[in-house]
Nanobody, 120 residues
Framework: QVQLVESGGGLVQPGGSLRLSCSAS????????MSWYRQAPGKQRELVAH???????VDADSVKGRFTISRDNAKNTVYLQMNRLKPEDTAVYYC??????????????WGQGTQVTVSS
């Protein structure tokens, strides 16, 4: 099994910054991709950014230039640095990973989610 533990959410004022972390653990043989999604109330979950072993990409147009994704392969950890936060960034942020576990099967795993609230 694979576990994802997220941290770093909270309440921040508009224009502020937060850094989310997501660490994967378990019987991991290889991590193919680690991603951040978010879901605001009444909206569909959207892909914010993803990181493969070779590249990192911010996918959501609304956060380009403000958010950065990075990854520490040695720690099986992905980060989301969020700068110049806006009220519309308020959402539950979820970490997702696609991994091959020891034994050969590939699976898709989700973290429990961390709340980010941007408000004055």
């Amino acid at each position: 099994q694979v576990q994802l533990v997220e941290s770093g959410g909270g309440l921040v004022q508009p224009g502020g910054s937060l850094r989310l972390s997501c660490s994967a653990s378990g019987n991991i043989a290889s991590i193919y991709v680690m991603s951040w999604y978010r879901q605001a109330p009444g909206k569909q979950r959207e892909l914010v950014a993803h990181s493969t072993s070779g590249s990192s990409t911010v996918d959501a147009d609304s956060v380009k230039g403000r958010f950065t994704i990075s990854r520490d392969n040695a720690k099986n950890t992905v980060y989301l640095q969020m700068n110049r936060l806006k009220p519309e960034d308020t959402a539950v942020y979820y970490c997702n990973t696609v991994v091959r576990v020891v034994g050969g099967t590939t699976g898709d795993y989700w973290g429990q989610g961390t709340q980010v609230t941007v408000s004055s």
